[in-house]
């Protein structure tokens, strides 16, 4: 979550002193991620912080009746499946 932070309030502004706050999110990150998953963590903050800049400045409302019941009938998540989910993917234990 601290990584998604770091890139949604800009505290990284890609100039070559970047601020300690980037620093540190990105050491914690390696403590449990290889480099790989910090680039998917990266690309999918990245998407989010895209799609609700877009939505926002086009004043789009995904969240109109009929479009927010469609959601609501997925939202049940069985978290056993969504773990076996997971570790078939980049969960995969080494």
């Known amino acids: 979550m601290?990584?998604?932070?770091?890139?949604?309030?800009?505290?990284?502004?890609?100039?070559?002193?970047?601020?300690?706050?980037?620093?540190?999110?990105?050491?914690?990150?390696?403590?449990?991620?290889?480099?790989?998953?910090?680039?998917?963590?990266?690309?999918?903050?990245?998407?989010?912080?895209?799609?609700?800049r877009f939505t926002d400045v086009l004043e789009i409302d995904i969240e109109q009746g009929s479009l927010m019941e469609s959601f609501s009938k997925s939202t049940k998540i069985d978290p056993k499946q969504f773990e076996e989910y997971m570790r078939d993917g980049w969960w995969k234990e080494k």
């Open 2 to 52: 601290r990584w998604a932070e770091v890139m949604t309030n800009k505290l990284y502004q890609g100039s070559p002193e970047s601020p300690p706050q980037h620093y540190e999110a990105l050491n914690e990150l390696k403590k449990y991620y290889n480099h790989s998953q910090i680039v998917e963590l990266s690309f999918v903050s990245g998407f989010f912080n895209f799609w609700n």
